[in-house]
């Protein structure tokens, strides 16, 4: 073979060797590139291949002629380096670096011994909160400390390490007050889940630890208080001093006044414990100052997000009650074919969003407060709500350095994070009083946050029963002027809304369902009160002139399950939007059905007013029954007849088939939606079938169903 071919295949070998390596390299990097240096190969091949092919001929012709020395490389071979170099050099100098992932730093607890000791208090109050709260309760009476010559701070106990609270003797006349609401089925707050695991866990001395509990519940749950006595009773049994008797609140009749009534006792008794008098201070104690930003970067402004400033711009998982998913709503129709009334199903797609559910979890939704209100309050107090503020925490020492996020303008805090349109709590209208120039609304407004039961009594009458809100009281008082920081500081957050999914996320792994009713109605005072969260995603529609829609959302797991073999039977009871959860089970029944996985009796008993209004999802539930998914399909239209028919009068007609199913054939029973009625009716009517078909007493009645609870077979999902 002539030299020169020679040469060309060395030349080949090494370019293509070169062009390997790099290409290697440059595998995770891009297709643009990957896809130029595979050019660059080919072209070098179809070169090398086309030299190849005329070897025999070239041969020839070099062996007649005298050949000159020709160059190593020839012009294709220099182009062709320059452009191996040029991306080369952007390999290593001008390519975009991969970011490093930060390091994720654990959590440490803060020593709340030493803070308290460092910023001279003692008093510190606990809270285990769900919905807001017992937050606020723990503020107040951190607050009212100060009244009383005392230095308190509310601390949330996720935040500190409890496993301390045998150190607190360590100050003098001190003492730590527990705020505890009952969540679930007699479960702790997610915030106080670690303290409740360490009572039950601990055997530390609390000997000389002064405490006092204030629980927060719902006499219409089973387990009322369930966690604040239970903090009570062990905090006692690890040697600490109760100063003052359980408080139990009732949020089923008036929290607010059972709240007032304790901490009116309580004042007392730790002023007697500790030998100090009350300062008798009562005016006004401001926590927050007010900060107005006139020349800001409004893209350093909160509009809105929960936690990470745009958070809602630039989404980033994990989604949870920080940091929200912005779902867009795909699906929003009535679901009632006549009354008066609005049920709605809505659906949001969570694609992307790395967010997992499963059937029987709940759904969390971010509302926005009405309009009008907004503007109203604006209007009333004369503000521009479009003013740029912070309010500041004066405890620089305080974790909670805002009551909301801020910088932001009074619009979107009135708008996003402060409630507008629930009924004030006393404390508010104590502390507005001083704004009110008429002597006699001043005077009203203190006498109904007081503890006597005639302000008690006004309390109830003119705020609770006439519904008034914020904007209410504001207009129904027209000397009251206060200034609107102030009352952004006062104002509770307003709480995200749950409801039970309505879909299975084995049918719809991308998309989660809604099933809810439209909360409106007219007040005694001729006002008309609408809900925040249904009027909210009522009007959501799926388009809205090209724009798509969307609802911060995350998703709060549940032990609201089906059970763990598809051969288990299942009782579901679910009047109204209770039907929602059992959407989702029914679905997944079908589902295992089409897996080729035996599924156990499916049966649910549903209640509506008429069959031809508010049957919700009929024709689903027809086509389920037909299809045999649906063993049972039972309804009780409680309107369609003279005597009204509900779904506890539907079990007790199927007694020996129901108690069957659970006594011999391990069903399970899952029972969703009022409880204040309609659960205590379904539970008394099983008790009746034990007694009567089963033989038991009524106490032997209540300890079996009791015991079915423990054991995860009895389920309830209810709200009052």
Request: include cysteine; hydrophobic fraction near 35%.
């Amino acid at each position: 073979m002539p030299k020169i071919i020679r040469q060309g295949k060395f030349i080949y070998i090494a370019q293509i060797y070169i062009l390997q390596v790099h290409l290697n390299k440059l595998e995770c990097h891009g297709k643009v590139h990957l896809f130029m240096m595979k050019t660059i190969c080919f072209r070098r091949h179809i070169c090398f291949l086309n030299s190849v092919k005329m070897e025999d001929s070239e041969s020839q012709l070099l062996a007649d002629e005298e050949q000159t020395p020709e160059p190593l490389l020839s012009s294709l071979d220099i182009f062709l380096f320059s452009l191996i170099a040029g991306l080369l050099i952007y390999w290593f100098f001008f390519r975009k670096k991969t970011e490093p992932v930060p390091e994720i730093k654990p959590f440490t607890p803060t020593s709340f011994i030493e803070k308290m000791k460092k910023t001279n208090r003692n008093i510190v109050v606990f809270y285990g909160s769900q919905t807001g709260t017992a937050e606020e309760f723990a503020n107040r009476l951190a607050k009212d400390a100060q009244r009383y010559g005392m230095k308190g701070v509310a601390a949330d106990p996720e935040e500190y390490d409890l496993s301390e609270l045998s150190r607190l003797k360590e100050i003098p006349n001190s003492m730590a007050v527990f705020c505890m609401a009952t969540y679930g089925e007699g479960d702790p707050t997610d915030n106080a889940q670690e303290f409740y695991d360490w009572m039950q866990g601990t055997d530390d001395d609390l000997e000389g630890v002064n405490f006092a509990v204030f629980g927060l519940g719902n006499k219409t749950y089973e387990h009322f208080n369930a966690t604040g006595k239970y903090t009570d009773k062990r905090l006692a049994e690890l040697g600490g001093k109760r100063v003052f008797d359980l408080g139990l609140g009732d949020d089923d009749i008036n929290l607010e006044e059972d709240f007032i009534s304790w901490k009116e006792q309580f004042w007392p008794a730790v002023c007697e414990l500790f030998g100090v008098e009350a300062t008798g201070e009562d005016s006004s104690i401001r926590q927050f100052e007010l900060v107005v930003h006139n020349d800001i970067n409004m893209n350093q402004v909160y509009t809105g997000e929960m936690g990470r400033l745009k958070s809602f711009q630039t989404q980033k998982p994990p989604f949870d009650s920080k940091n929200p998913f912005l779902a867009t709503v795909t699906g929003n129709r009535k679901l009632n074919k006549g009354g008066n009334r609005h049920l709605m199903h809505i659906e949001l797609d969570i694609t992307d969003s790395k967010i997992r559910y499963d059937s029987g979890d709940h759904v969390a939704v971010y509302p926005t407060n009405d309009a009008a209100v907004v503007n109203g309050i604006g209007e009333r107090l004369g503000v521009d709500l479009d003013t740029v503020i912070s309010l500041k925490n004066l405890d620089e020492e305080s974790n909670k350095k805002h009551p909301f996020p801020c910088p932001t303008t009074y619009r979107t805090a009135l708008t996003h994070y402060l409630d507008i349109n629930n009924m004030p709590r006393t404390n508010v209208l104590y502390e507005l009083a001083q704004y009110a120039s008429d002597p006699q609304e001043q005077e009203n407004m203190r006498k109904m946050a007081s503890a006597s039961p005639e302000g008690k009594a006004l309390y109830q009458s003119w705020v609770l029963d006439s519904e008034r809100n914020i904007l209410a009281i504001l207009e129904d008082l027209p000397s009251l002027n206060p200034p609107i920081d102030h009352l952004c500081e006062l104002l509770p957050r307003l709480q995200a809304r749950y409801y039970s999914i309505a879909s299975s996320s084995k049918v719809y792994p991308t998309s989660i369902h809604i099933c809810a009713v439209v909360i409106e109605y007219t007040t005694k005072t001729e006002r008309v009160f609408k809900g925040v969260a249904t009027n909210w995603l009522k009007n959501k529609e799926v388009t809205d002139n090209g724009h798509k829609l969307t609802v911060p959302m995350y998703v709060r797991r549940s032990q609201f399950r089906l059970p763990f073999k598809p051969s288990n039977p299942i009782i579901m009871i679910g009047p109204g939007t209770g039907i929602a959860p059992f959407m989702g089970f029914i679905r997944e029944r079908a589902w295992q059905k089409e897996q080729g996985k035996e599924a156990g009796e499916t049966i649910l008993y549903f209640g509506c007013r008429h069959k031809n209004e508010d049957f919700l999802y009929q024709q689903e539930l027809e086509e389920f029954e037909r299809a045999g998914v649906l063993t049972q399909l039972n309804v009780a239209f409680s309107r369609d007849q003279e005597h009204k028919i509900y779904v506890q009068h539907l079990l007790k007609k199927n007694k020996e088939q129901l108690w069957k199913l659970i006594h011999s054939n391990n069903a399970h029973i899952y029972v969703c939606g009022d409880a204040r009625n309609m659960a205590r009716d379904v539970h008394t009517a099983f008790y009746e079938i034990a007694e009567e078909v089963g033989g038991l007493t009524h106490t032997q009645a209540v300890d079996y169903f009791k015991k079915l609870m423990t054991k995860g077979r009895y389920s309830q999902d209810v709200w009052s």
